[in-house]
């Protein structure tokens, strides 16, 4: 062997046994893995922010209670309308050949009923002068009755059908922006929703919130809201008794000051009343599995990590809000946590806030 192979191995060897002799390595010679953590914060005081959706305090809904084929679309979401405004057209010719039909139908009535009203009146002549029977004028009067009753029926039928012909022009029924228009030209059933106008005069914000938030939050309660780089006031008028099946229950505010457009989405900002078991964690430890539950991945003692099931409240920037078997200066694991196992010892590193 010569000389340089010789050094070459020595080397090598030596390198092979500083690996073996590293300090990092556990006793049972399985490195401990490095977790980027973070402590356990009382929501005491904490600020929680909802997504809201801003709605007009009055809502109108244009529709015809005939339907018919939709022939002119005159108007689109986010138009700015005023009252009477023409938005869409229908095709008139089966209304207008409805009244042509009712018009007849009420001239002919018409007839009858003159034609019935002058033998009442002959024959209560002939009865005052005793040719007529009483039997005989009581069934004129009656038939006379009954024609006055068909040609009422028919003016009837004939206003409706005029109506009928009104409404395939749809018109907007208040001032206010389109906020839907869930039809094309196409078919429009009876009764269906053709616009939805938000009204100009007032503002509401729905926001679906957490069920501990909602239950702490009283009618009155002045809330702030940011839109764009707007902000503006609000007021909690009322929360809905029933879950609304979106994880919390339907809160209502009335806009008290700002202009936020309706249909368009503002952060409430609502200040949390202290809680029992409500703690914030990094929004980054909450893990979510595949049936929908939540947990964190907690350091336990001897730096070995556990799972514990929490249930997400609230967010607000890149923290959440929770509730669960946590307490304040507990470790949470904030980066990694989905390739980390429970039970696995790891070495904490404090993350930088």
Do not use: W
Not at 50 to 79: F, H, M, P, T, Y
Not at 170 to 193: E, K, N, Q, T, Y
Not at 211 to 222: E, K, M, S, V
């Amino acid at each position: 062997m010569s000389k340089s192979s010789l050094i070459t191995v020595l080397c090598a060897a030596a390198l092979l046994q500083a690996c073996g002799s590293s300090p990092s390595a556990s006793v049972d010679g399985d490195p401990a893995k490095t977790a980027l953590v973070s402590e356990v914060q009382d929501s005491a005081g904490a600020e929680a922010i909802a997504l809201g959706k801003v709605r007009a305090s009055r809502l109108a809904v244009v529709s015809s209670e005939q339907g018919g084929r939709i022939i002119e679309l005159l108007a689109n979401v986010g138009d700015r309308v005023s009252a009477g405004q023409t938005l869409a057209r229908l095709d008139p010719t089966p209304a207008r050949l409805r009244e042509q039909q009712a018009g007849a139908e009420l001239q002919r009535a018409e007839s009858v009923a003159q034609e019935r009203q002058r033998n009442a009146t002959r024959l209560a002549a002939l009865h005052r002068d005793g040719v007529a029977t009483e039997v005989d004028l009581e069934a004129a009067e009656a038939e006379a009755r009954a024609a006055r009753a068909v040609r009422d029926a028919a003016a009837a039928g004939l206003m409706l059908a005029e109506r009928d012909l009104q409404e395939t022009v749809l018109r907007a029924p208040i001032a206010g922006v389109i906020a839907a228009r869930p039809i094309d030209l196409s078919m429009l059933a009876p009764g269906a929703a053709a616009f939805e106008i938000d009204g100009e005069d007032g503002r509401r914000i729905h926001a679906i919130l957490p069920t501990a938030l909602a239950d702490a939050l009283q009618p009155g309660t002045r809330v702030t809201f940011a839109y764009g780089q707007d902000v503006g006031a609000a007021r909690l008028t009322g929360v809905s008794a029933r879950d609304s099946g979106a994880g919390g229950r339907e809160a209502v505010f009335v806009v008290s000051s700002g202009s936020p457009p309706p249909g368009g989405s503002v952060d409430l900002r609502l200040s949390r009343v202290p809680s029992d078991g409500v703690h914030v964690v990094p929004l980054a430890a909450v893990l979510t599995d595949r049936r929908g539950q939540q947990a964190v991945r907690m350091v336990g003692p001897e730096n070995k990590l556990r799972d514990v099931p929490v249930r997400l409240l609230a967010t607000r920037g890149d923290m959440a809000e929770v509730t669960g078997r946590l307490a304040p200066g507990q470790l949470v694991v904030v980066a990694g946590a989905e390739f980390l196992q429970a039970g696995t010892t790891v070495r904490p590193r404090v993350a930088q806030r």
